[in-house]
């Protein structure tokens, strides 16, 4: 049987996958992580000497059936149905933290039950720490942008008036903020100096040396194999620093693109020395011909890519997976 660890909210790249097994016959579930929280008809059960079994929505799954598992993305609600019930902001959040505890742990429980199977992006895997990577990604001999992480105004300051052009971004994952039916989402921003009016101290912060770019490459990796299409984002304004800040009166250029081998060489090396067999990265073509590495995300959307490139992906996904199934 095949296992896909998925999440409620609009995931295409699921539903795409699934409709190839549909045509392959293949014997699968679809599992959410917010069916963990409410309205799943859950049930985990031990009995001596018997493989931990699990009812969802009234079908019994013995994990001992599962042979591969595929990790697209997990839990998003975090009890809403619950905590909009509660009128004290102090014990709301003590709840919320509460309630996640309880059903991190099961989840963990069942990551662990399946932590044999065959695995399309591990869930311990989803969830990469950027600066672990950038540190592994110079090992293999990637070229990546001048770094700092600092809290200092004076080392920031210096940092910009060398490299004149600079950019921020999350040291962690940007999250993205709801606030009266508007969305706050994090961007890579340009840093100028009259940005830094700020104290001599401060959180934290991670900065980069702005990369000139050519245009830009992202790559799905796929078991070995690499997957590129290069994104003119330099062409207008508003993608030019973040190309997540999507024109869509006046979308960017997409084109498929073959990274040098030895460039996927070095991508292939890294994935597999940081555990994944699976994810999206962002490179950039710099004016001199160089490509510069910058991040992984191992459950990134990559429905462009195979879209725009006929790679199909979704397909081959699908055949990942019931070739593993067996």
């Given at each position: 049987?095949?296992?896909?660890?998925?999440?409620?909210?609009?995931?295409?790249?699921?539903?795409?996958?699934?409709?190839?097994?549909?045509s392959?016959?293949?014997n699968?579930?679809?599992?959410?992580?917010?069916?963990?929280?409410?309205?799943a008809?859950?049930?985990?059960?031990?009995?001596?000497n018997?493989?931990?079994?699990?009812?969802?929505?009234?079908?019994?799954?013995?994990?001992?059936?599962?042979?591969?598992?595929?990790y697209r993305?997990?839990?998003?609600?975090?009890?809403?149905?619950?905590?909009?019930?509660?009128?004290?902001?102090?014990?709301?959040?003590?709840f919320?933290?509460?309630l996640?505890?309880?059903?991190?742990?099961?989840?963990?429980?069942?990551?662990?039950?399946?932590?044999?199977?065959?695995?399309?992006?591990?869930?311990?895997?989803?969830r990469?720490?950027?600066?672990?990577?950038?540190?592994?990604?110079?090992?293999?001999?990637?070229?990546?942008?001048?770094?700092i992480?600092?809290?200092?105004r004076?080392e920031?300051?210096?940092?910009?008036?060398?490299?004149?052009e600079?950019?921020?971004?999350?040291i962690?994952?940007?999250?993205?903020?709801?606030?009266?039916?508007?969305?706050?989402?994090?961007?890579?921003?340009?840093?100028?100096?009259?940005?830094?009016?700020?104290?001599?101290?401060?959180?934290p912060?991670?900065?980069q040396?702005?990369?000139?770019?050519?245009?830009?490459i992202?790559?799905?990796?796929l078991?070995g194999?690499?997957?590129?299409m290069?994104?003119f984002?330099?062409s207008?304004?508003q993608?030019?620093?973040?190309f997540?800040?999507?024109?869509i009166?006046?979308?960017?250029?997409?084109?498929p693109?073959?990274?040098p081998?030895?460039?996927?060489?070095?991508?292939?090396?890294?994935?597999k020395?940081?555990?994944?067999?699976?994810?999206s990265?962002d490179i950039?073509?710099?004016?001199?011909?160089?490509y510069?590495?910058?991040?992984?995300?191992?459950?990134?959307?990559?429905?462009m890519v195979?879209?725009?490139?006929?790679?199909h992906?979704?397909?081959l996904?699908a055949?990942?997976?019931t070739?593993n199934?067996n």
């Amino acid at each position: 049987m095949i296992l896909i660890c998925s999440t409620r909210n609009p995931e295409p790249s699921t539903i795409d996958v699934m409709d190839w097994l549909f045509s392959m016959n293949a014997n699968f579930i679809r599992i959410n992580g917010e069916d963990f929280e409410k309205d799943a008809d859950i049930s985990i059960s031990y009995k001596s000497n018997n493989p931990i079994s699990l009812i969802y929505k009234g079908k019994k799954v013995s994990l001992d059936k599962v042979n591969v598992c595929w990790y697209r993305r997990w839990r998003q609600l975090k009890f809403p149905y619950i905590l909009n019930e509660m009128d004290n902001h102090t014990l709301k959040e003590q709840f919320k933290k509460y309630l996640n505890m309880e059903i991190d742990s099961l989840s963990s429980f069942f990551w662990l039950e399946l932590s044999k199977k065959k695995w399309l992006t591990t869930p311990d895997k989803s969830r990469l720490n950027k600066l672990v990577v950038l540190k592994y990604a110079q090992i293999h001999n990637l070229k990546i942008p001048e770094t700092i992480i600092t809290s200092s105004r004076s080392e920031l300051i210096n940092f910009m008036n060398k490299h004149k052009e600079v950019i921020t971004k999350a040291i962690a994952e940007g999250e993205a903020f709801f606030l009266d039916n508007l969305n706050y989402t994090f961007y890579t921003k340009e840093l100028l100096l009259n940005h830094v009016n700020i104290p001599e101290s401060f959180i934290p912060i991670l900065v980069q040396k702005k990369v000139e770019k050519e245009f830009e490459i992202r790559t799905f990796y796929l078991v070995g194999k690499c997957y590129s299409m290069a994104m003119f984002t330099q062409s207008d304004p508003q993608t030019s620093v973040d190309f997540r800040h999507y024109n869509i009166e006046k979308p960017n250029r997409w084109v498929p693109f073959k990274l040098p081998l030895q460039e996927e060489k070095k991508i292939d090396k890294l994935m597999k020395n940081l555990g994944l067999n699976n994810g999206s990265l962002d490179i950039i073509m710099d004016k001199k011909g160089d490509y510069v590495f910058l991040e992984i995300n191992p459950v990134g959307q990559y429905g462009m890519v195979s879209i725009g490139c006929n790679y199909h992906l979704d397909y081959l996904i699908a055949d990942f997976l019931t070739k593993n199934d067996n």
